[in-house]
């Protein structure tokens, strides 16, 4: 057999209480997977243009200072940008997907490093800069908590997977196997037991045949 294991109606019993323990699982199982492959589809669909758009951002940033160095000079451009403040501590939280726990990162939009500078005084070349780079800091957070979030869910899909495998080429036709070899190993036993009681009925019915002739017999 698949396992050593008593050939009993028991066993066969609780075998066949794993086995539908084992396919309720793998069910769920694959509902899992197949949930969590179309968070990360979702996901990876609503992102595909965020890289090459902060790439974007980033070379017309740059057009965007080298306008602003001609426009108002380099050193007013060097003195705003010093007065860019420091990013804010971010608070990162957690929130369960298919069991999966996803960073969600939090900031003030109002706080989170703005250049503060005058405006009366600037020409448009340097709010134009400021207005980009302030969307750049925003998109690498949101790009950092996504490609974050993809990570996570494709390292579970990996392990849910091989759980599925597991159970599904594994286990369940172990499990299967050990059924087919009990139940054959019952019907041998019932098989044998049949013809065992066949020859004792009919040992039992030659005897009572031998005992009736014998008292039929006629004394001499």
Do not use: W
Request: hydrophobic letters at 35%.
């Amino acid at each position: 057999m698949a396992k050593q294991v008593s050939p009993t109606r028991m066993e066969l019993l609780r075998i066949k209480q794993k086995i539908k323990l084992a396919q309720k699982g793998h069910s769920l199982l694959k509902k899992k997977r197949d949930a969590l492959m179309m968070e990360i589809f979702k996901i990876a669909k609503n992102m595909a243009d965020v890289r090459p758009q902060i790439h974007e951002n980033i070379k017309s940033g740059q057009q965007s200072i080298i306008t602003a160095q001609a426009m108002g000079g380099p050193l007013e451009v060097k003195t705003i940008g010093d007065s860019a403040g420091e990013m804010p501590e971010l608070n990162i939280n957690y929130e369960s997907v298919g069991g999966v726990k996803l960073p969600k990162i939090n900031f003030d939009r109002e706080s989170m490093g703005k250049i503060e500078y005058g405006i009366v005084m600037t020409s448009s070349s340097i709010d134009n800069c400021v207005d980009r780079f302030e969307k750049i800091k925003e998109d690498l957070l949101l790009l950092i908590q996504t490609e974050e979030t993809i990570k996570r869910l494709a390292q579970e899909v990996i392990k849910t997977k091989r759980r599925v495998n597991s159970l599904e080429h594994i286990l369940i036709p172990q499990l299967l196997k050990t059924q087919k070899d009990i139940k054959a190993k019952l019907e041998e036993a019932e098989r044998e037991n049949f013809f065992r009681l066949k020859i004792v009925k009919k040992k039992s019915e030659k005897k009572l045949k031998d005992v009736s002739q014998k008292k039929n017999k006629p004394k001499e």
